[in-house]
């Protein structure tokens, strides 16, 4: 069976300026597939692209075996899209405005069980300005299923959200695809991709970095833990290289102590190894350092992202 999407060299210039770079993926019919990158990195153009609102400068894209190009319209009535962006007619209540996007469409979900699987049926003669940031985003993932589509693109779905209403979507963006819609979104959060996506680009520049599994892109990094230290005395160079089989240091005594407000602290990633952290506490106890704190996280993908990119994503 063919991919949900195929995308091919695709290429995205806007003057001399190239906001897409040659970008290649596919996405699988039931999968959940993320792409993770900073402001500007080209996530919005590339899905723009998917959905046939934007013309690629170079390269190919299909969506469940059509042309983008050739099969523009096909394409629309398959999918879902909810833009980064919507607008909605604010004179028309919730039920008003899914049964006229649904009036576009040959095939459409009745407005009552759409807003009810959102959790919005009492807002049903609600408008979207009375709705909260929350309930409009859950507002915008219903009227992307109003044409039961087979596979439904989110831009930044949670974006703006508290925690509480992020989880919450992700649960609906996981009750859509138990139905067995593929989902295609982008995301700022880590934790998000993590937690949703079968599979996941990370795309920095208009370039995919890095595509793979979440956990598969954590494994793929030399370390596996980060390690925070605070030590009774401040360690000697001779000391902390003691404590270096494998380990590389990221932060030392004032750098790591301005940060912690804690002097004597040191930050250093470990090996991926089991025996990392045995090794490195031995030698701890064998020089006789005192140790007054230990902090041990395991590597995310935000480790995975600063690794790739040599930045934080920005938010
Ligand atoms: N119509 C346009 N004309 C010129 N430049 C554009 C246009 N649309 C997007 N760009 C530029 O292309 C780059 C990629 O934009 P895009 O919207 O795809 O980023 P993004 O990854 O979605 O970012 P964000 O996380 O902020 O939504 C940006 O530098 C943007 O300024
Ligand atoms: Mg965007």
Known sequence: MEHAVQVENLVKRYGSFTAV?????TVDRGE??????PNGAGKTTTLEIIESLQKPTEGRVSVLGLDVQSHAAEVKALIGVQLQDSAYYDYLNLK???ALLGSF???R???EPLLEQVGLLDKAASRVAELSGGQKQRFAVAASLVNDPEL?????PTTGLDPQARRNLWGLIREVNQRGVTVVLTTHYMEEAEVLCSRLAI????RILALDTPRNLINQLEASYTVKLTMDHPMTVAQLETLNGGVEVIQSGEQAGEESGTENTYTLRLANSPSALKTMLDEIAKAGLGLENLQITPVTLEDVFLELTGSELRD
């Open 96 to 98: 008003e405005i899914l």
């Open 105 to 107: 469409y040959p095939a």
């Open 109 to 111: 979900t009745a407005p």
């Open 152 to 156: 439904v693109i989110l831009d930044e």
């Open 203 to 206: 795309m920095d520049h208009g």
């Open 32 to 37: 959940v597939f993320g792409i993770l990158g």
């Open 21 to 25: 770079d040659g970008v290649t993926f």
